[in-house]
């Protein structure tokens, strides 16, 4: 199969898989996403067989994706400050042993509804834990230019396992039984923590000491909320997934009820998904040279939602099948297009977090909305639930439309150089703080609007570094005169700031020395925390 893969690396396409750690990294991936789309679709069609109503149906893909919308931004910050490489391979051995729980239990004749989701569950926070990771370590072993085509094989990765799992368990269960699809998702969970406990990550060089865990997660929401190219892409994928799930999540009963067929037409519907998925991806290089990620997203939001009515009112499964790999391509572009904005969005030290943040917005998303689509398939019928998600969803767009994902170029956070930190005069412990950081500027009177224009992208981008709060202060007795502070946690959080500094800070830097008067730059002051009482705490 490696072969395969070099030779196919010569479309623009499959370029990042010239990268052995990543094309291993990729494979381990696949095995595990078909071994997820087995369990998913086996739990879905076996709850079927467990219970008539919709909700507990729906309640199927709610307990997969609620554990990354309650543990995405815990896993995000862990993925950022342990070793990656044994943190990814844990999270694929608590996978491989849930599976296992669940193989014994289906064999056994143990299984029920109840016991069914709960496991459903505890996969999910296997794949709450596992996703941010990845997401993180894929712009670090692929260039920069190929990140686009790294997402897109990542698309195919998915998809491709969207149909190979789909289609692997449809025909197990009509030969063996739901018991040996469980059995051999131990098997396919098992390969690939093989995989990832084989691979050597590269080391993270810093002289600091590691993040604390509350504090990690402080900086990673903060980040995030600081973003405004980021709150934007959250919006989006939030509101994409609360009504793309409607179809998905009851694709179970749209093939049983709709259509009046069996496992084998539910898993050749999620075929076509996947295949639609595909094919759209084969041809994202091509595409992105003629429109942006906004385009894809309002075409992609647009298009799903029509091919979710065709699929509910085709009079016959032949007419459906079609429109289902149409929405295929439709859904995997613009989750695409979402998740490579967020991806360039996000410098290596905080991508974790903010994938898993991103990836707390689409489970929540898709959480959310396969709730609330069964419960009105509940309440009127499966048809009518669709419809409902098809219009919602370009509503929720024309609401929002306002909100960009492009922006622009996107910001360069290759390492540079911070301003030089003067030797210290007093002994300062690591831990001692918090530290108020002081910059007086002289400017022009006359530009005070370009310079507050350009201050409160300082405040964003201070903020996102970690800073716990900033302020800009005009003195009453010299015109044109500023002072800038912010506060950092500690000293070390000071330095873990500096050590961040990244081209795209240098650039807003420029832009404020731009404004500066005077021979001497701006002049630069840090202090220190004293402690008053004596206790360790200090008085504000």
Known sequence: MPK????????????????????????????????????????????????????????????????????????????????????????????????????????????????????????????????????????????????????????????????????????????????????????????????????????????????RFVGAMRVGWQHVMQSPRMKAVLVRIFFFFLHSSALLALLPLVARELHGAGPATYTVMLACVGGGAIVAAMYFPRWRERFDRNQFVVGGTFVHAAMSVVVVLSPTLWLALPAIVVLGMAWISTANSLTLAAQVALPNWVRARGMSIYQMALMGGAAAGSLLWGQVAGATSVRIAVIAAAVVGPLLWLLTRGLSVEGGADPDFSPARPGAVPELAIEVAPDEGPVMVTVEYQIDPAQAAGFAAVMQKTRRARLRQGALSWGLFRDTTMPGHYIEYFVDESWVEHLRRLERFTAADAGLREQRLAFHQGPAPPKVSRFVAEDLQGTGRWPF
């Open 4 to 211: 395969l893969l070099q030779a196919l690396s010569g479309n623009p396409t499959f370029a990042p898989l010239r990268t052995p750690v990543f094309r291993n990294l990729w494979l381990a991936t696949f095995a595990a996403n078909v071994a997820m789309w087995m369990n998913d679709v086996t739990a879905a069609w076996v709850m079927t067989s467990l219970t008539t109503s919709p909700v507990m149906v729906a309640l199927v893909q709610t307990a997969s994706t609620l554990p990354v919308f309650l543990l995405g931004l815990p896993s995000g910050a862990l993925a950022d400050i342990v070793d990656r490489r044994r943190y990814f391979a844990a999270t694929q051995l608590w996978v491989a042993l849930t599976a296992l729980v669940l193989a014994a239990l289906s064999l056994t004749g143990l299984l029920t509804a109840p016991l069914l989701i709960a496991l459903t569950f505890a996969n999910g926070i296997g794949l709450a834990m596992r996703w941010p990771v990845f997401s993180a370590i894929v712009p670090e072993v692929v260039p920069r230019p190929q990140l686009g085509a790294a997402m897109a094989l990542n698309g195919i990765s998915m998809n491709l396992s969207r149909v190979v799992g789909p289609v692997a368990a449809g025909a197990i269960i009509s030969a063996v039984g739901s018991g040996a699809v469980f059995v051999l998702n131990v098997v396919l969970a098992a390969s690939a923590f093989a995989t990832i406990v084989r691979w050597r990550s590269l080391p993270r060089i810093s002289t600091l000491p590691g993040e």
